[in-house]
């Protein structure tokens, strides 16, 4: 009878701890969704302040192909920032889909489609959580027009 109990409170304690688990990874994926979310309207509305909470200080941009088809360009934060400053990225309202999102404790990877009516683009965000345990999004690696 005493081995009995021991099982049962062996069984829900793990029942639990596997639930509380699951609920960490559900609202570490519910807040990742907001950060990319937050990111989407701020480029909307070339919000830079936005930024600022959402962006990781080391944030890079990966644009293959670009300048040249046999470049690659990295943009660095104050780079992105500038060109959402000059108006020449941002702007557009894009209708957001989640299509893979991957936590491994303190990293994560999104990829996201974004859409308009007149085209779309493929964005693979890598984020991570700081010490603050915020997540920022220190990656941003985008294909246009992909065939998804």
């Known amino acids: 009878m005493k081995n009995l109990v021991k099982i049962v409170l062996c069984v829900a304690f793990l029942g ?5 688990s699951q609920n960490s990874q559900n609202d570490m994926k519910n807040e990742i969704i907001t950060i990319i979310n937050k990111f989407v309207i701020a480029g909307t509305e070339r ?9 990781h200080p080391d944030f890079r941009v990966v644009v293959n192909q670009y300048p040249t088809p046999d470049k ?4 660095p934060s104050a780079g992105y920032i500038a060109l959402m400053t000059q108006k020449k990225i941002g702007g557009t ?4 889909d989640i299509l893979h999102l991957d936590v491994k404790k303190h990293s994560a990877t999104v990829i996201v489609l974004l859409k308009t009516p007149k085209n779309s683009m493929q964005v693979t965000f890598l984020l991570v959580r700081n010490k603050e345990n ?9 294909i246009q027009n992909p065939k998804v």
């Open 134 to 142: 915020q997540w920022k999004i220190i990656s941003d690696f985008a």
């Open 72 to 75: 690659t360009a990295i943009i």
């Open 16 to 20: 639990t701890a596997d639930c509380k």
């Open 93 to 96: 309202a894009y209708h957001t």
């Open 47 to 55: 919000n830079i302040a936005a930024f600022d909470e959402i962006l």
